[in-house]
């Protein structure tokens, strides 16, 4: 299976959350697994929040970032090119996505198109599970709450 991790999904990998037992197994059984060069922004980003709201502590949170920075290089890490916020800018608009989740599906959208085999988006982010199902994308996991 190929498969694209949003930051909502890959972050679970790194913060005990519902659903993180599942995003592990996910990983082992990705024969790819992928991400926009995006996610690492928005992993720290995620962990920092998590330090704000009072969920995690700083050294926590730090260890988190520290492991995820390790994990990186294992990644299938997609670049953003002028056509990926091209396809993004038009896929915000006619989803209503927020500007980052519009670049994670125009980066899988692309990654399958270009490589033309089947590609599950993995996300928890209600808006983007819903659109990548309109754009034909296979979405992970199979219902969201």
Do not use: C
């Amino acid at each position: 299976m190929i498969v694209y991790f949003d930051s909502s999904a890959l972050v679970k990998r790194y913060i005990a959350e519902s659903a993180s037992a599942q995003v592990e197994i996910l990983l082992a059984e990705a024969g790819i697994a992928a991400t926009s060069l995006i996610t690492r922004a928005e992993v720290a980003a995620a962990l920092a929040k998590a330090v704000r709201v009072n969920w995690l502590t700083h050294d926590v949170a730090a260890r988190a970032l520290k492991t995820f920075q390790q994990h990186w290089p294992m990644l299938f890490r997609l670049n953003i090119r002028e056509a990926t916020i091209e396809r993004a800018e038009a896929l915000a608009w006619e989803h209503g996505l927020r500007g980052y989740d519009a670049v994670h599906l125009a980066s899988a959208l692309l990654w399958q198109q270009s490589i033309s085999s089947p590609v599950t988006l993995a996300t928890f982010d209600r808006q983007l599970w819903d659109a990548a199902q309109l754009v034909g994308l296979e979405v992970w996991p199979e219902a969201l709450g």
